[in-house]
């Protein structure tokens, strides 16, 4: 396990990404944690107001955080101490902020609503797109070009510019899960470029304008697809956000 470790993540300088992704899924939950006691009335815990009764969102010291030790990491370079410390300190404010996401979106106090569901959506996601660089996959499947591929520049450039095509018309059929995952890798990007674009993308109103059979098919897998994972993806959400907690009589903010 010591060799794994060393080979895989201390040589190839991917200590800061590690620290930063746990330190990013620990903040998460903890303030998840935090925000339901709060909400259930329970605990020691209160929302934090300033002196003249404005309520301070934990987005706020997020972003001062996120600013701190994404400048602090950029002026360490991968080694380190230093390098070390600004990553967890990157990895909290990004916890912070993340899970705030929607309330950033929206411009709004949704957190407990209905669109706040799309900060956990966006903490997952973007979790599992920093695990796939620490697993050992590279953008635009540069893991797997070979020595020699490598070698030939134009083979190299034609392989990148191929999986970057497969990335931008994944996008623009509609799906970005697909779209941000192939980046990684390939493969996913390639399944969604093939496959029928989702009702109400840029692909769907602009090429599949005439083709009523298409649009009769993609309409069809969409809902199938849809039925078949929002329940899950929900639930998910639930278990994890503490949607399903129902607290007659309090409010929606969140610390």
Avoid at 160 to 169: D, E, H, K, Q, Y
């Amino acid at each position: 396990m010591g060799h794994w470790f060393s080979r895989n993540i201390l040589e190839p300088g991917k200590l800061p990404m590690l620290l930063a992704l746990t330190s990013f899924v620990l903040t998460f939950l903890l303030t998840r944690t935090v925000t339901r006691l709060i909400r259930a009335g329970k605990g020691p815990f209160r929302n934090v107001s300033s002196a003249g009764g404005l309520h301070i969102h934990h987005v706020v010291p997020g972003v001062v955080l996120t600013v701190l030790g994404g400048f602090g990491a950029v002026a360490s370079g991968r080694h380190g101490f230093g390098a070390a410390a600004f990553a967890v300190v990157f990895g909290i404010g990004a916890g912070l902020v993340l899970d705030e996401f929607a309330l950033i979106l929206h411009l709004d106090d949704v957190y407990w609503s209905e669109e706040g569901r799309q900060s956990v959506e966006v903490v997952v996601l973007t979790a599992a797109l920093m695990l796939l660089p620490l697993s050992g996959f590279s953008p635009l499947g540069v893991d797997g070009v070979t020595a020699e591929e490598r070698q030939d520049r134009v083979g190299f450039l034609l392989t990148l510019a191929l999986n970057f095509l497969f990335i931008l018309v994944t996008l623009v059929k509609g799906k970005l899960r697909m779209a941000l995952i192939g980046v990684f890798v390939p493969f996913v990007a390639l399944v969604g470029a093939v496959r029928l674009a989702r009702p109400g993308s840029w692909w769907w109103r602009h090429l599949y304008g005439r083709r009523h059979r298409a649009r009769a098919r993609g309409t069809v897998r969409a809902y199938r697809h849809d039925k078949r994972w929002t329940r899950v993806r929900r639930r998910a959400q639930d278990l994890i956000g503490g949607f399903q907690e129902r607290v007659p009589g309090r409010g929606t903010g969140s610390p």
